[in-house]
């Protein structure tokens, strides 16, 4: 997350997470330690590695995000 698009404080971290591997999966994920309780005004979602779709590895598709918090 990060409040001015340019420094960034991380959230959550998945390495080889096979929660969502299928099509028409979804799943939620809960953030928690210090930068919970932060505000942010951007959110970002980045690719480090492939994923396990055979035809494009480099694609990962969002269909639907919520995110829940407190309004400041």
Same mark, same amino acid.
């Given at each position: ?10 959230? =959550? ?7 969502? &591997? ?17 505000? +942010?005004?951007?959110? =970002? ?14 694609? +990962? &598709?969002? &269909? +639907?995000?919520?995110? #829940?918090? #407190?309004? =400041?």
């Amino acid at each position: 997350g990060s409040l001015d698009g340019e420094k960034w404080s991380g959230l =959550r971290t998945h390495e080889n997470d096979q929660t969502i &591997c299928k099509p028409g999966q979804f799943a939620s994920w809960p953030v928690n330690g210090p930068n919970a309780l932060l505000p +942010f005004r951007f959110f =970002r979602i980045i690719l480090t590695g492939p994923t396990t779709a055979v035809s494009n590895p480099w694609n +990962f &598709c969002v &269909c +639907f995000l919520e995110l #829940y918090g #407190y309004f =400041r």
